[in-house]
């Protein structure tokens, strides 16, 4: 085998590429299926509610629950076709007695078991199907024996965890040095989705209007047009979201999800391979029982649908919420677990994780392009590229790529221009759109941040006539930016702040 | 304040190339006018104003250190681009509005 062979890459698309594509292929692949059933959901969504004596019943037998959901689910024929066919599982076992996985989250019950086999639920089968043919070719390329069938996926995940070793022992120590954190990272993560596929599927039906209205509605992680949508199709069954939030705690599924982050931003920090191992495998083992559960969930088709788009934005935000040592161990992340070409959606889930609460849009990109977490390695590489942190392409070279030195400075020169009355002037004037110049505020009195000034700037990207060095520019003491005024909440919402020498 | 201050950064904000979603801060763009009589007044206004003033630089006003918008290579493109591309949009506003031509 050669040296050269980029390790990452291969297991970034052996399995990441494999994962991504599947919840998004699921999606495509489910979305017809929700149409057929759109009209029956209404009835689906009542005829599972529980009656009070129900209620009870389940509150005492939470596994109960969910094998009476999901004996509805795999029982009987919803919306009729081949779609419906075709997606029915074969075969679901479900334990009886008391509760056989014990308390996964904080509190909340889990349903028995469920063998996840690729027939067994739809986001699995598409899955399954994508990682075979994901590892297939790259042991074919490499001289291994071919995996075993998709069907299989427990013995599928299983060849990739040893396909995953093998690639870590056949590194040279000069790649094994630089990839450390990538194979560490996508190792971590093959070995959370085998933790999942032996686990189970916990909590499907609960997990399912759970993350929903839990997920979604409480945190926000829904952004602009997606948002929108989504809102429109909770409110095709606001009846039953509002059943299914009083149903049960959703509350606790989130938090139980913000505590699988926060471990697993412990675990990174702490740096060594086997801890980036721990977080990716808890971050990424999350993501496919989300994923798998929400998706099994399409009894209300529409909201398990909005669900499962919701699904992989979820999963960045999670791993966007650790900080990792370097760009490129980012990226691997998400591509473990994700569509590696939504960088700019994980730098979204960073704003939204750092400034939830503070008066800025969702289609911002203050922090995505100007924050804390970018380096002088992504301002140069802007500069030379146009390629913006968080991947987003311009049409054009900037004339400068800038950056805050820390979130904490950009929130300093917020906190300034709101304090300035600018904005309020504006407004007065008849004015919703603001663009702050650095003329109006002048020295903020601290460093800022810096940035790359080309030294022929504004020339097309694909004119050929871009040279010469970048000038690097340090101490900016100045900030320019834009804001809008949302008069709904009477609040100006950041949509960028850059800093700027004076 | 500058001349033609609410147009130009309505399309700072919201036609900026610097924007990853284009289209999402565009309808955001239409969405506040029709929410804000004042602001979409104005920004007709200074729009219709600035397209009759000759001594008004559209193709330094998209592309200059502080605005990424689009460059053009003359300045009949680039009040061609503000023609067709936002001028629509503040007329949709005003429709949307139910205000009209008003």
């Known amino acids: ?502 | 304040m500058r001349h033609y201050n609410v147009i130009l950064s309505a399309i700072e904000v919201f036609y900026s190339d610097e924007t990853d979603d284009t289209l999402e801060m565009i309808a955001l763009f239409r969405e506040r006018m029709e929410q804000m009589p004042d602001y979409r007044q104005n920004a007709r206004r200074e729009l219709l104003e600035s397209l009759g003033d000759a001594a008004f630089s559209w193709r330094d006003a998209l592309w200059n250190e502080g605005c990424h918008v689009e460059e053009f290579s003359s300045e009949e493109e680039a009040r061609d681009y503000v023609v067709r591309n936002v001028l629509p949009v503040i007329d949709a506003a005003f429709k949307g509005s139910g205000s009209g031509g008003q």
């Open chain 1, 1 to 502: 085998m050669s040296d050269d062979i980029n390790y990452g890459a291969i297991a970034a698309d052996a399995f990441g590429n494999a994962l991504g594509s599947s919840i998004t292929s699921t999606v495509a692949r489910v979305a017809p299926f929700a149409e057929v059933t759109q009209e029956v959901a209404a009835d689906r969504v009542s005829s599972i509610l529980p009656t009070a004596s129900e209620q009870a019943y389940f509150d005492r037998y939470g596994d109960e629950l969910g094998a009476r959901a999901l004996g509805m689910y795999s029982g009987e024929t919803i919306g009729g076709g081949d779609a419906a066919s075709s997606l029915a599982p074969r075969s679901i076992g479900v334990a009886s007695g008391p509760n056989s996985t014990g308390q996964a989250g904080v509190g909340y019950y889990v349903p028995s078991q469920v063998e996840v086999s690729p027939f067994a639920n739809p986001a699995w089968q598409t899955t399954s199907m994508k990682l075979y043919e994901n590892t297939a070719r790259y042991a074919s390329a490499n001289g291994l024996s071919a995996p075993p069938s998709w069907e299989y996926s427990s013995e599928l995940l299983d060849y990739n965890v040893e396909l995953q070793e093998w690639l870590y022992r056949a590194a040279s120590p000069e790649i094994a040095s630089t990839s450390q954190t990538v194979f560490a990272v996508i190792g971590g993560a093959i070995l959370g989705a085998t933790d999942f596929g032996r686990e189970s599927v916990a909590g499907l039906v609960t997990f399912g209007r759970n993350s929903v209205s839990a997920g979604l509605v409480k945190s926000g992680l829904a952004y602009g047009l997606e948002a929108r949508q989504w809102a429109h199709e909770f409110c095709d069954n606001i009846d039953g979201i509002a059943a299914f939030m009083s149903w049960d705690t959703p509350g606790k599924i989130w938090d139980h999800y913000t505590g699988v982050a926060t471990r697993a931003r412990a675990d990174w920090s702490k740096g060594t391979v086997e801890d980036i191992i721990a977080a990716s495998r808890g971050v990424t083992k999350a993501g496919f029982e989300i994923g798998s559960a929400v998706t099994g969930t399409y009894g209300v088709a529409k909201v398990a649908i909005a669900a499962v788009r919701a699904t992989p934005k979820m999963v960045k935000m999670l791993a966007a919420s650790m900080d990792g040592p370097a760009m490129g161990s980012r990226a691997s992340q998400v591509g473990a677990i994700g569509d590696i070409t939504g960088g700019g959606l994980v730098s979204r889930g960073l704003q939204a994780a750092r400034a939830k609460d503070a008066a800025i849009h969702p289609l911002a990109h203050a922090y995505t392009k100007h924050g804390g977490w970018v380096t002088d390695d992504l301002l140069i590489a802007r500069a030379r590229t146009g390629v913006a942190p968080g991947g987003a392409v311009a049409k054009k070279y900037p004339s400068k790529a800038t950056a805050f030195h820390s979130d904490e400075l950009l929130e300093l020169a917020d906190a300034r221009i709101r304090a300035s009355g600018i904005l309020e002037a504006q407004l007065a004037a008849g004015n919703a759109s603001m663009k702050i110049t650095k003329d109006m505020l002048g020295d903020l009195g601290a460093d800022l941040g810096r940035g790359y000034v080309p030294v022929r700037p504004n020339v097309a990207v694909n004119s050929g006539r871009f040279e010469g060095p970048l000038l690097k520019v340090d101490n900016m003491r100045g900030v320019s930016g834009t804001y809008i005024y949302n008069p709904s909440t009477k609040a100006f919402d950041m949509i960028t702040l850059y800093p700027e020498s004076l």
